[in-house]
């Protein structure tokens, strides 16, 4: 075994300090007959030759993004990653340490939370940023529960419109036992119906989650929709896409209360769903009501500026059963990773990458529905993603595949979305584009599909 | 070597016009973007991030880097974490071309090596559990806790019953009574009883026909085996609840006894500790549950299964448990550290993963013996993979508490142990060595703690000091709390 130091030596001598002849001994705590006397049934050990040997032949059965151009988004996208962030995130102190429980030994990782935060709100325009929970669902999930401890309501949640149907399940999941009912309202033309979302809220209403841009791609009217919740007396959550607000108008422009997202745009590799990272902002009224760890300035004895853990009081491992939250682990590593790539794109580069994925987003949509005569489900404004409408849409993705491109998902493997009609969802196809698509490549896959 | 640029932040050293990335000039036909999107959706300008070029955001991180203190540059004996060494082959076999660039909407026919591989660590999991359901779902412990609980909540509804009850001894993790509280749960606390095991009369008491789950962390927290834990089973077993089993020290047990071999019901791995994640500054972890057969088909979907077709060819695909709970997050799972699990079980293989525990066992002992005399712990004679040593004495006797133990340790070099947790043994100081540590490590550790405990009481309340900060100011942090950089400003 490649990892132990200790050697038939050393272990004669450590038994002999025990005051044990054998490991047996120290073992004999256990139960005999709770013991395994069998070796587990695992594969052979591998050397490291071997284990590589393996994973590339795995690796060389799946085929993704690099060997293939892909137009997949739902909520994961491949955008360029800058090489600063591996080789960065790759150094041994910061990804062979844990939480920063002792603030001395640990200032490497808390200033860079404490940066990520900054960055965050920066982005957001949100007032306060947590140091990350696991991932944009159940980023909506803790959303949820923050709003039932700040509104003291917990009978009701209501999704508006198009949010992502693993998100809805996510939160289905996380308050099935509390009798919360889980109300969405319908789409209407690829936006929010603001009527039936009106009509839906009542003075229980704990939130209103609004995902803009929506599922389908839709933008939504935010400012608005934030007002209607206000109205009822419940908090306005939107799910956010991070890449858009180079463009977009802010969720703390448009009067939200709590801020969240699927962040893995900001320079975190697609690796088949996780880790991702979870972003978590909301205003500075309700911060003691937040979820997940959170860093703080503050002075050492001397008076010197350095970060801490703060406001642990919320945490389980103070408060137990009453924390905000069971989280403990966060997702450090990615919020690193975020924290690097929003400090090498700037203002510039963030707008820039968001102008480029909006422009070949809508330069695709264009071709595909005047050449490959795959019209757009709606006519609501949209930023990188968007639905098309096709007759045979599994026969569209086996086509694009056979030549080396991924389009989708298709909306008929979610659970039904509000307002849609059924046939819509089974014809209904999702395009995402980034700025890593060349118009070569937009042009290959419309003529493809022709 | 003097270090000052770390201590500036990112915002602090912004240079308006720097800039660290450039995208090209659009290939397409560039619109007005107010004819793309209506202006009132627009924002006025681009957010305030900072401006910075490549060579001053490298510096930065890597002078920031030197800051901590990790498991590649020190020893980091941190009880209950499991901070052993992190393979560097899984760094560089996790970024594969096929595993990290693989879309979670691909389409499972292009994708048939990674469902493989999830497959093979289903297994894997199950098997070293003796609990032959796995999710590899949940995206840390805690999660894995809490969606464990949403399971035995779906069961107990399924068959009709009321449960209320979630039932853990009073050394439990934090995470315990907040996953059962989230999860809708009423938290009954074990007092805990003098041997630092848990108390089966007390536990008799405490568990009824409203009990769910009775939660155990085995071996427990004090890093003891809890000897009875069949009767434990058998007392919830009758009267139709569940045990949990929290397996964040697995370290210890792993090829030596099952949980589902010893009654347990449920339980939730850290593959973050156990399999060597890493632990990446605190997450992302990765926390698969593994549960006996019948509370498979409420699992979250979706998991991995294996079909062999009349030709003999296997494909793999994923589908969703027929009684499922739904999902606990997005997609499949933190993939990127269930690789990194992968790799590590591949590697050992049965035998080596037993002499990982063994020697993990044995490190842990031979740690508590050479320090049995100037810091003992409470519980014994033998531990398993950690022990907790309390410093009541050394407060007694000359004022040194935990606290000072730990700043001064930094001092020498050394991480902290986990300090006051749990919180059953009073001046607590939890110690985990792992199996990745040499002899000569845990001699020179201990001779340094023996050498602390003559030192100045006095000065060690001024430890740390010789690393950059010193004893922070918590209480100003929560009074006025500071949580994101605002501009100084200047005169």
């Keep these: 075994m490649p990892y132990l130091y200790n050697t038939a030596e050393q272990r004669t001598a450590m038994l002999d300090r025990i005051g044990v002849d054998s490991v047996a001994t120290l073992l004999e705590q256990i139960p005999q007959a709770l013991q395994l006397h069998r070796p587990l049934d695992l594969p052979a050990p591998l050397t490291e030759i071997a284990l590589e040997q393996r994973l590339r032949q795995l690796a060389d059965r799946s085929t993704g993004a690099a060997d293939r151009v892909c137009f997949l988004g739902g909520g994961a996208y491949e955008h360029f990653i800058p090489s600063v962030i591996d080789e960065l995130t790759g150094r041994g102190e910061f990804y062979t340490a844990y939480t920063p429980y002792q603030a001395e030994a640990s200032q490497g990782t808390l200033q860079a939370f404490f940066e990520f935060q900054s960055l965050i709100c920066e982005l957001t325009e949100m007032d306060v940023s947590n140091a990350s929970v696991y991932d944009g669902a159940s980023a909506i999930a803790e959303a949820v529960l923050m709003s039932m401890r700040v509104t003291g309501r917990k009978s009701r949640v209501v999704f508006a419109g198009a949010v992502h149907p693993e998100s809805i399940s996510t939160v289905r999941t996380y308050v099935q036992h509390l009798g919360c009912e889980v109300v969405c309202t319908p789409l209407s033309a690829g936006v929010i119906d603001r009527d039936q979302l009106s009509a839906a809220l009542t003075d229980q209403t704990a939130c209103v989650i609004v995902q803009s841009p929506n599922f389908l791609g839709g933008i939504e009217d935010v400012t608005a929709i934030s007002e209607l919740a206000h109205k009822a007396g419940a908090l306005c959550v939107q799910s956010f896409n991070p890449i858009s607000l180079g463009l977009l108008k802010r969720p703390g422009a448009c009067g939200v209360d709590i801020a969240v997202a699927e962040g893995q745009s900001l320079g975190i590799p697609l690796q088949f769903g996780g880790p991702y990272l979870g972003l978590f902002t909301c205003r500075s009224e309700h911060v003691r009501k937040l979820p997940g760890r959170l860093i703080g300035e503050t002075v050492d004895r001397q008076g010197k500026r350095c970060f801490v ?108 979305i509000s307002g849609l009609s059924v046939e819509d969802q089974a014809q209904g196809l999702l395009v995402a584009v980034t700025e890593c698509r060349s118009r070569d490549e937009i042009d290959r896959l419309v003529e493809v599909l022709a | 070597m003097r270090n000052t640029i770390a201590t500036r932040l990112l915002s602090d050293l912004s240079t308006p016009g720097r800039r660290g990335a450039s995208y090209p000039a659009s290939d397409v036909p560039v619109e007005p973007l107010a004819s793309l999107i209506p202006s009132a959706f627009l924002a006025d300008a681009a957010p305030q991030l900072p401006e910075l070029c490549e060579p001053e955001i490298v510096r930065h991180y890597v002078n920031l880097s030197t800051l901590n203190m990790s498991v590649d540059t020190h020893f980091y004996p941190l009880g209950s974490c499991t901070m052993k060494y992190n393979p560097k ?403």
């Design chain 2, 89 to 491: 082959r899984h760094e560089r076999l996790s970024r594969l071309p096929g595993i990290v660039d693989v879309h979670p909407y691909q389409a499972d026919g292009s994708n048939q090596g990674m469902l493989e591989l999830l497959y093979e660590m289903q297994q894997m999991l199950g098997e070293i559990a003796g609990l032959p359901a796995v999710s590899l779902q949940p995206a840390a412990g805690a999660h894995g806790e809490l969606t464990a609980l949403f399971v035995a909540a779906a069961y107990f509804r399924d068959k009709g019953e009321q449960r209320t009850k979630v039932v853990f001894p009073a050394s439990a993790h934090g995470t315990n009574p907040a996953s059962a509280a989230i999860a809708g749960f009423d938290c009954v606390e074990l007092a805990p009883a003098g041997n630092g095991l848990v108390d089966l009369e007390s536990l008799k008491r405490a568990v009824d026909q409203q009990t769910a789950v009775f939660m155990v962390t085995n071996p427990n927290t004090l890093g003891l085996f809890e000897r009875q834990i069949d009767e434990i089973a058998r007392v919830l077993h009758d009267a139709g609840g569940l045990v949990y089993i929290d397996g964040a020290n697995m370290n210890a047990i792993m090829g030596i006894t099952r949980p589902g071999d010893f009654g347990g019901d449920m339980m939730h791995y850290n593959v973050h500790k156990t399999f060597t994640g890493p632990h990446g500054a605190g997450g992302p972890g990765s926390g698969p549950i593994a549960v006996r057969d019948f509370l498979g088909p409420y699992l979250p979907g979706p998991i991995v299964t294996q079909s062999t077709a009349s030709d003999g060819t296997t494909t793999y695909a994923q589908t969703t448990p027929a009684k499922s709970i739904g999902r606990v997050r997005a997609h499949f799972g933190n993939i990127g550290i269930l690789v990194r699990g992968y790799c590590y079980l591949r590697t050992l293989g049965a035998a080596g993963v037993r002499a990982a525990a063994e020697d993990a066992i044995l490190n842990a002992n031979y740690l508590k013996a050479l320090l049995a005399d100037v810091l003992p712990a409470p519980h014994g004679p033998h531990c398993l993979h950690e022990f907790v040593a309390s410093a009541s004495g050394a407060l007694k006797d000359r004022g040194i508490s935990a606290m000072d133990i730990a700043k001064r340790l930094l001092d020498y070099g050394f991480h902290a142990p986990t300090v006051y947790f749990p919180l059953v043994v009073p001046e607590a100081l939890m110690m985990e060595p792992t199996e990745t540590e040499s002899k000569e490590t845990l001699d020179a550790f201990a001779e340094t703690i023996a050498k602390i405990l003559t030192e100045d009481p006095a000065e060690l309340k001024l430890a740390p000091q010789t690393l950059p900060v010193s004893r922070p100011n918590d209480v100003q942090a929560a009074r006025n709390p500071i949580l994101k950089w605002t501009p100084c400003v200047k005169d």
């Design chain 1, 309 to 416: 853990l703060n406001l642990q009081a919320r945490e389980q491992h103070i408060r137990r059963d009453k924390a905000t939250s069971n989280i403990c682990t966060n997702q450090g590593l990615m919020a690193l990773r975020a924290t690097i790539y929003l400090a090498t794109l700037g203002p510039q580069g963030i707008r820039e990458v968001a102008e480029l994925c909006c422009q070949k987003a809508h330069y695709a949509a264009k071709q595909l529905a005047q050449v490959a005569g795959l019209p757009l489900m709606s006519t609501a404004p949209f930023f990188q993603e968007f639905a098309v409408r096709c007759t045979d849409p599994a026969a569209v993705i086996t086509k694009a595949q056979q030549a080396g491109f991924d389009v989708g998902p298709l909306l008929s493997r979610f659970a039904p």
